[in-house]
């Protein structure tokens, strides 16, 4: 089945450091996704992408789906404390109301 | 204009309890989704509703879980016979259409389950 796979899995930072993490699948995607979870909290939506090449920021982050449409890219310039959680990729699942997931790169960031 | 809302923030149940898990959607959203996130993992679609109606389950395990989204009031999910593979943070979304998945779903806070 489809599978999205994230790295690194984890990121010990300093604080003011760039961040990159990526994602990538067997299968194509036609539409990328980037969720932040916090502690004890939902997945929280960061960034949709729907072209292959499309470049989005929000704020300090920045998501690429990559020309390929088998991955995509999750750029943070200048991390905060705040910045600390899981970051997920996802994608739209074979089936209706399906939504992919990877595992998540987790991100601490050291004041 | 409320998010998704889920009781019980958590729950503890014993091996064979029921556990019942309730999520209320966005206002105006007849489309409901759960999700479970097992400890160090992504979420995993489970199933999905439209009221009073399931429209996919390929992700729901084939015995002891359930799901309904009734004409009114909360879409629930059963666990009968709760096990301790069953810990885990159970998420439900909700969108006034299916296609919103490529817009990505709003998730409430989650069910905590702990099974002792």
């Known amino acids: 089945g489809q599978q999205l796979n994230q790295s690194p899995q984890s990121m010990f930072i300093q604080e003011g450091e760039d961040v990159s993490m990526n994602c990538t699948s067997s299968?194509?995607?036609?539409?990328w996704l980037w969720y932040k979870q916090e502690p004890g909290e939902g997945p929280v939506l960061l960034i949709a992408l729907y072209k292959a090449g499309e470049l989005t920021s929000n704020g300090r982050l920045t998501a690429q789906f990559g020309i390929t449409r088998k991955d995509s890219f999750l750029n943070i310039s200048a991390s905060i404390p705040s910045d600390v959680g899981i970051y997920f990729c996802?994608?739209?699942?074979?089936?209706?109301?399906?939504?992919?997931f990877g595992k998540g790169t987790k991100l601490s960031v050291k004041p | 204009n409320a998010g998704v809302m889920q009781n019980p923030r958590h729950l503890v149940r014993r091996r064979g309890q029921e556990a019942r898990l309730r999520c209320s959607p966005m206002k105006g959203h007849s489309h409901v989704y759960w999700y479970r996130q097992l400890p160090e993992e992504g979420l995993k679609f489970m199933v999905y509703l439209q009221k009073e109606n399931i429209i996919d389950e390929s992700g729901m395990p084939k015995e002891r879980f359930s799901a309904e989204f009734p004409k009114e009031g909360p879409s629930i999910l059963r666990i009968q016979q709760v096990v301790r593979g069953d810990s885990a943070a159970y998420f439900c979304?909700?969108?006034?259409?299916?296609?919103?998945?490529?817009?990505?779903?709003?998730f409430g806070s989650g069910t905590r389950l702990t099974v002792v």
């Open positions: 979304a909700s969108s006034s259409l299916p296609r919103d998945r490529h817009y990505g779903y709003t």
């Open positions: 996802a994608g739209p699942g074979g089936s209706q109301g399906n939504l992919i």
């Open positions: 299968s194509i995607f036609n539409t």
